[in-house]
């Protein structure tokens, strides 16, 4: 027996005009926490999908326990072992949470044991959840831990997690920490994908980096420095985004007492949400997910209206407006869900550029829809923002996470906003397309723009926002300013009562 | 006016086993994440098999038997070019309703003929001596019993059984199914064959229990009133039993009271049931449609 539980020779994967993967070798040892470090698109996703069965590949070899292992289906991978928390597409929105675990379990227990087990679990590990909720209403970090949860429950040898904490808090990925942890002395293997250097610097004991789908190479993270694992990453350096002090100017937007009912039976109530915010500001918003952020957005945004005299920009009351309105005055939004909600999953960029971009940019003229200037549009939005995809032709969901979102941001900014509001602008998103994004945003700040910064990725509030408020159970109770504010504090603020369930 | 309401309300669960059977099968085939327009299709080819095997073999039983497999048999033309050529369902359910229209005027050519062949009613010992409801309830033949078992096996396995939360995970989000290692595609023929055999058994109720003879089109659009009333049910199986019968009751009703000669004009009578069903439907409704329903699923990855 060798310390090796699965290695990996050789393996290769193609699909029509591109390899996902070429020529891959590594190997993950007995209790090793092993990341595996790329950007979007640099066939992270293929490698573990053969992994775990669901691609076969093209060539090479993979032993499990120094045996021979080619899992023909997930199945075969669970039997054997092997468990992984996905990062989309695996959850039944109109399911129960324990349906939805037991889908992934070879052999359930009963419902009602189950339900206890569930219980257990996520009490042991900190990952609290109702096994009777149905998951359609859970928020996205809710929706994770089922995916986590449902993974503790197989007791795995290797445990493949896909972005595990992008929408954690960072007690919450302590606790997570402090759980893979103990999984890992129990002798279980982690392997883990994350855009987070420093957590892979705190967590992990070997690095894999894969670039344009080969194995460019490995290291021991915890010896290198964030930057230098993300410029291996990207194969050459990037900026980081650079901050400078700026002068505030007039109140832009104004928002007074706040209140908005819950739009569905799972939302969360918007509770008397006061600020001001100037030109030339970044306003931060922390909390965990589901404490209001998204009907903190669609409350600005207009798609939910707000009673009179509770939100103004430039002292005009647009409370009752809808969101083409506000577009017209300068208030502009992306929200965080980024196919669906941002751009129309199956339309091209050039139509997505043209569903927010018409009124700002001129696209209509004379009742008709000017497609060639919406194209001009998108393509000055893939230029100047770096959007990797063959031309403005190409459907949304075709593009990778982190360059849909390079798009739905840079589409936004490029209107000129006076106020712009985003909601996790760098979720999913690689450290060199965040960075741009960031910097994007900073830009804007500079340029006299009031951006409003909705994030659960506390180190994002705090390398550009200027003040900072958590959302909590729908309230906010104060903002303060971001310097000198330690993630202690920042941990406080955000609150106990949002992580009980 | 003389119309016996016993005789009435054992009537309407005659007239409404047709719609309830299509309706139970196409609803599963629903939540599985498929949309199958060709119930009426189906219907008409079980309901000519069905007559057919029936004259022949001078079995009522067999003649079910050959319906529902031959109601089986054209669905799965359906699920082979939706699910594995990735054709429209849309377009494709549409085809077979066409297609079974079509085929059974064909194959049913010298076939029509009243048929001998009796389905006799099994009136269940001593729950069909109850006065009233006994009439109403026990005293009718084995499909309209089977055509209840199957409404509450299908809750069953809907909500209790392994098999019946895979079917409704396919039918939520067939990638997430395929990610956790679900056969999607197996899961969606073998509903779609339930599906079709539900149609042909009723269709062959009607063409060898309640008209009882063979002509062209006999099924008359009571497959496209069974998608309907799955779609009103919010893909439920008891509401879909409350819809089945309403508007197999309203028929029957309306029915009756033309016979009376009641100044109300026909017309309106005849729409009544569709009205009544939709009103009663609507008012109930609060489900949601299956996730994937209708979409293609491609086996990508």
Redesign the interface.
């Known amino acids: 027996m060798s310390d090796q539980l699965l290695s990996l020779t050789g393996l290769t994967k193609a699909y029509p005009g591109v390899v996902a993967n070429d020529d891959v070798t590594f190997a993950i040892g007995k209790g090793e926490v092993h990341a595996l470090l790329g950007e979007n698109g640099a066939g992270k996703s293929t490698l573990v999908k053969m992994i775990y069965g669901l691609v076969k590949p093209d060539s090479g070899s993979m032993t499990l326990n120094d045996q021979p292992y080619h899992p023909q289906e997930p199945r075969q991978a669970r039997a054997s072992g092997v468990a992984m928390v996905f990062q989309h597409f695996s959850l039944f929105d109109a399911m129960s949470v324990a349906e939805n675990i037991a889908l992934g379990m070879e052999r359930p227990p009963a419902p009602r044991d189950l339900a206890h087990q569930i219980r257990e679990v996520s009490q042991t590990y900190g990952l609290p959840l109702d096994p009777h909720k149905t998951v359609g209403g859970l928020s996205a970090g809710e929706r994770q831990r089922v995916e986590i949860i449902r993974c503790l429950l197989q007791n795995p040898k290797l445990l493949i997690m896909d972005e595990p904490t992008s929408v954690l808090t960072p007690q919450e990925v302590e606790i997570l920490f402090k759980t893979l942890r103990q999984l890992k002395s129990e002798g279980t293997s982690i392997l883990y994908i994350s855009h987070k250097l420093d957590e892979i610097r705190a967590l992990c004991d070997t690095a894999t980096i894969l670039r344009l789908g080969k194995k460019v190479d490995t290291c021991t993270p915890a010896e290198k420095s964030a930057r230098e694992l993300a410029e291996m990453m990207v194969g050459t350096s990037f900026a980081s985004p650079q901050r400078q002090d700026r002068d505030l100017g007039q109140v832009l937007l104004s928002v007074s007492g706040l209140s908005v009912a819950a739009t569905d039976a799972f939302g969360t109530a918007l509770r008397d949400i006061s600020f001001d915010i100037r030109a030339g500001e970044i306003l931060g918003i922390g909390g965990v997910a589901g404490n209001g952020q998204d009907e903190l957005l669609t409350a600005l945004s207009g798609e939910t209206r707000a009673p009179t005299g509770m939100i103004k920009i430039k002292g005009q009351d647009i409370g009752q407006w809808g969101p083409n309105a506000r577009r017209e005055v300068g208030l502009l939004c992306a929200p965080e869900e980024r196919l669906g909600h941002a751009a129309a999953p199956n339309l091209s960029l050039t139509e997505n550029a043209m569903m927010t971009g018409a009124a700002r940019r001129g696209l209509v003229s004379g009742g008709l829809l000017n497609w060639s200037k919406a194209r001009d549009f998108a393509q000055e939005i893939i230029a100047s923002f770096d959007v990797r995809t063959p031309g403005s032709q190409n459907a949304a969901r075709s593009l990778s996470g982190g360059n849909l979102q390079k798009f739905v941001i840079g589409r936004e900014v490029l209107q000129n906003p006076d106020v712009l509001v985003v909601n996790q602008p760098t979720w999913g998103v690689d450290a060199a397309a965040a960075a741009a994004i960031r910097q994007a945003l900073l830009d804007l700040a500079n340029q006299g723009a009031a951006v409003i910064v909705i994030s659960q990725d506390l180190d994002e509030l705090i390398e550009i926002s200027d003040r900072f408020g958590a959302l909590n159970e729908g309230r906010i109770e104060k903002f303060v300013p971001m310097a000198g504010l330690s993630i202690d504090e920042i941990g406080l603020m955000m609150g106990g009562a949002g992580t009980d369930v | 006016m003389d119309i016996n309401p016993i005789l009435l309300a054992a009537a309407i669960m005659v007239a409404s086993t047709p719609i309830l059977l299509a309706a139970i099968g196409e609803l599963v085939v629903e939540r599985a994440g498929v949309l199958n327009l060709g119930v009426e299709g189906m219907m008409i080819t079980g309901a000519v098999v069905g007559f057919i095997a029936a004259h022949e073999s001078e079995s009522a039983t067999l003649g079910f038997m050959g319906a529902a497999l031959g109601g089986a048999a054209v669905s799965v033309i359906f699920g082979l070019l939706t699910q594995f050529l990735l054709t429209n369902q849309v377009a494709t359910g549409l085809a077979l309703t066409l297609f079974g229209v079509g085929l059974s005027a064909l194959v049913g050519q010298g076939y029509d003929t009243t048929t001998q062949v009796t389905l006799s009613k099994m009136p269940i010992p001593v729950l069909s001596d109850i006065p009233v409801l006994g009439t109403v309830l026990f005293r009718h033949d084995t499909i309209v019993y089977l055509s209840l078992i199957l409404v509450a096996a299908v809750f069953v396995f809907l909500t209790k059984t392994?098999a019946g939360?895979?079917l409704?995970?396919v039918g939520?989000?067939h990638?997430?199914?395929?990610?956790?290692?679900?056969k999607v595609r197996r899961v969606r023929m073998m509903a779609i064959m339930f599906g079709g055999a539900c149609a042909g058994l009723g269709g062959a109720y009607i063409s060898l229990v309640r008209v009882p003879q063979w002509v062209d089109n006999i099924t008359a659009g009571t497959g496209w009133i069974a998608l309907a009333i799955v779609v009103f049910a919010s893909w439920k199986p008891w509401r879909l039993l409350l819809g089945a019968y309403l508007f197999g009751g309203v028929t029957a009703l309306q029915i009756n009271i033309q016979a009376e000669g009641l100044d109300i004009p026909v017309e309106y009578l005849s729409m009544s049931p569709y009205i009544a069903t939709i009103l009663v439907l609507v008012v109930l409704s609060g489900g949601?449609a299956?996730?994937s329903l209708g979409k293609i699923f491609h086996a990508s990855?």
């Not at chain 2, 990638?175 to 679900?182: I, K, R, S, V």
């Open positions: 392994r939360m895979i409704r995970a939520e989000n990638e997430a199914a395929h990610a956790l290692g679900y949601r299956p996730g990855s």
